[in-house]
């Protein structure tokens, strides 16, 4: 899927499984922070109204995946815990690049093009694993949407730069990430 070059241990769904409050609040606050990072971008992309919409548009699905997971979390009396550092996300950020303004920008659309593939698996992985019906189906719905937002930033990227360079760089992307994913999926996170 997406190409990523190291998969989810489907044991890991047994990990979220155990502990789903956990794994619900942790969703909840990833979903907030994928809002705000396509904020992010809208700030740095005023020349391209079309980009603005499209980004707008997954800010506010985001947004709503955000207060559907807060009602799910509600509805079972879990307590909605505050934000977790993701310390995938950190790595990850710490691998785009500096350069050129378009080298920015590109590098923060596969950033977010990765994030969105990884959880997009994550959800799949659960889809495929978990036992809680109403779960399975609200995962899958989110894989699809995931999926979407992960070809929209892709497609950005290709668009803001130069399409052959993209794709070069997206292979580095994804040597980068499976070098440290490997130390996750142990955790009662949706990257952890």
């Keep these: 899927m997406f190409k990523l070059k190291l998969p989810t241990d489907p044991r890991w769904a047994n990990i979220a499984e155990g502990n789903i409050g956990e794994i619900l609040t942790d969703h909840a606050w990833c979903e907030q922070k994928a809002a705000t990072n396509a904020i992010g971008l809208i700030t740095m992309l005023p ?13 506010q699905e985001e947004l709503d ?17 505050r934000a977790r550092k993701d310390d995938y996300v950190n790595e990850l950020m710490k691998f785009i690049v500096q350069g050129s303004r378009e080298d920015l920008i590109v590098d ?5 093009a990765m994030i ?9 992985v659960l889809t495929e ?4 019906e109403e779960l399975k189906t609200f995962y899958r719905e989110l894989m699809i949407s995931e999926a979407n937002h992960y070809t929209t930033f892709i ?3 290709r668009q803001l730069g130069d399409p052959e360079k993209v794709n070069a760089r997206w292979e580095e992307w994804l040597d980068y990430e499976a070098r440290i994913i490997q130390s996750y999926g142990k955790g009662e996170t949706i990257h952890g």
């Design 155 to 157: 497609g950005f990227a």
């Design 65 to 81: 995946h955000f207060n559907q997971v807060h009602e799910i979390i509600k509805k079972r009396g879990y307590t909605f815990g």
């Design 116 to 124: 969105e593939a990884r959880s997009c698996e994550r959800f799949k």
């Design 47 to 59: 020349e391209h109204p079309e980009i603005v919409t499209e980004l707008l548009a997954i800010a």
């Design 129 to 132: 694993n978990i036992r809680d």
């Design 108 to 112: 923060k659309m596969l950033f977010a």
